[in-house]
């Protein structure tokens, strides 16, 4: 899934799949975020190691990474990841970051719809996001995109710091989703 889209801004991103030749882009971008936001990501994707497995988790079938590139560098990285387990078979998770000097551009929005197109081309029925509790922005975010706030699990995951935090979950069924949503986010 390849597009380019213009921004409120004006300026112009191309999103397109995670490659393998993206290893240092993607270390530049990861690097970039303010070590306080990287702290609550599930991994410490500042490693080569990280970034090269997250490569090859994209060739798998249950994962799929988007990246979003304006002037050869990474400003939005964004995955659907499918359940791997029978019983979450219609479900799958999403995940996506962006730069700050792209986010209130409208960068988040259209990489969330794509990974929305995404779900509904494997016919997932929910996704779910998850969280720690000091992402309040990210959490607002998502609901803007339609999800709610199913459960909290207190001190449930530590992050990468090791502090003990907080983890939410939240979700969205796809059927609850405007048509207008997948509609704006698949064409080309």
């Given at each position: 899934m390849e597009r380019s889209i213009v921004l409120k801004d004006g300026r112009t991103v191309h999103i397109r799949p995670l490659v393998p030749t993206d290893i240092e882009a993607s270390?530049?971008?990861?690097?970039?975020?303010?070590?306080?936001?990287?702290?609550?990501?599930?991994?410490?994707?500042?490693?080569?190691?990280?970034i090269e497995e997250r490569i090859r988790e994209n060739d798998s079938c249950e994962v799929e990474r988007?990246?979003?590139?304006?002037?050869?560098?990474?400003v939005a990285d964004g995955s659907f990841e499918r359940e791997r387990y029978g019983w979450g078979e219609k479900i799958?998770?999403?995940?996506?970051?962006?730069?700050?000097?792209?986010?209130?551009?409208?960068?988040?929005?259209?990489?969330?719809?794509?990974?929305?197109?995404?779900?509904?081309?494997?016919?997932?029925?929910?996704?779910?996001?998850?969280?720690?509790?000091?992402q309040a922005q990210a959490r607002d975010i998502f609901r803007q995109l339609g999800f709610r706030e199913e459960f909290v699990l207190p001190?449930?995951?530590?992050?990468?710091?090791?502090?003990?935090?907080?983890?939410?979950?939240?979700?969205?069924?796809l059927s609850n989703l405007a048509e207008g949503e997948l509609e704006r986010g698949s064409g080309d």
């Open positions: 270390l530049a971008f990861f690097s970039g975020l303010d070590p306080e936001e990287r702290r609550y990501l599930r991994r410490d994707v500042t490693l080569p190691e990280v988007l990246v979003a590139v304006h002037d050869e560098q990474i799958a998770q999403i995940r996506l970051i962006v730069a700050p000097d792209f986010r209130r551009s409208g960068l988040g929005t259209a990489l969330a719809r794509l990974l929305y197109v995404i779900a509904h081309q494997h016919d997932v029925a929910r996704i779910n996001v998850r969280m720690l509790r000091p001190d449930h995951v530590r992050d990468l710091e090791g502090k003990l935090q907080d983890l939410i979950l939240m979700r969205c069924e």
